[in-house]
């Protein structure tokens, strides 16, 4: 059975820092392209970080650029990601979804491109 487990999030002050993590079972993780989105309630789930199988391909939009980073532990199974430089508008739930063999890694990551998705973990960034 396919699951995925996210969590470390948490409130954090704005300039703070927080590691998620996505913790799979039921299948090898190395064979899964791996994305991270948020969404906030009322708007679109929106795509943060993606990593393709094989680790060839990282992807962050404009936004996340420089603050995000996401990172594969194949023999822990588990994802990782790590924000900086928190900011207000970081508040959401994040969420980690895989799809097999994905190699496409890029600003058209959509969350229909992923079929396996874990349940989120609250991030809420505030004084």
């Known amino acids: 059975q396919v699951r995925l487990v996210e969590s470390g999030g948490g409130l954090v002050q704005p300039g703070g820092s927080l590691r998620l993590s996505c913790t799979t079972s039921?299948?090898?993780?190395?064979?899964?392209?791996v994305a991270w989105f948020r969404q906030v309630p009322g708007k679109v789930r929106e795509g943060v970080a993606c990593?393709?199988?094989?680790?060839?391909?990282?992807y962050y939009p404009d936004p996340m650029r420089g603050r995000f980073t996401i990172s594969r532990d194949s023999a822990q199974n588990t994802v990782h990601l790590q924000i900086n430089s928190l900011k207000p508008e970081d508040t959401a739930v994040y969420y980690c979804?895989?799809?097999?063999?994905?190699?496409?890694?890029?600003?058209?990551?959509?969350?229909?491109?992923?079929?396996?998705w874990g349940r989120g973990t609250q991030v809420t960034v505030s004084s």
């Open positions: 990593i393709s199988v094989g680790d060839l391909r990282i």
């Open positions: 039921g299948f090898i993780l190395a064979r899964y392209g």
């Open positions: 979804a895989a799809e097999l063999l994905r190699s496409a890694c890029n600003g058209n990551m959509r969350p229909d491109d992923y079929t396996y």
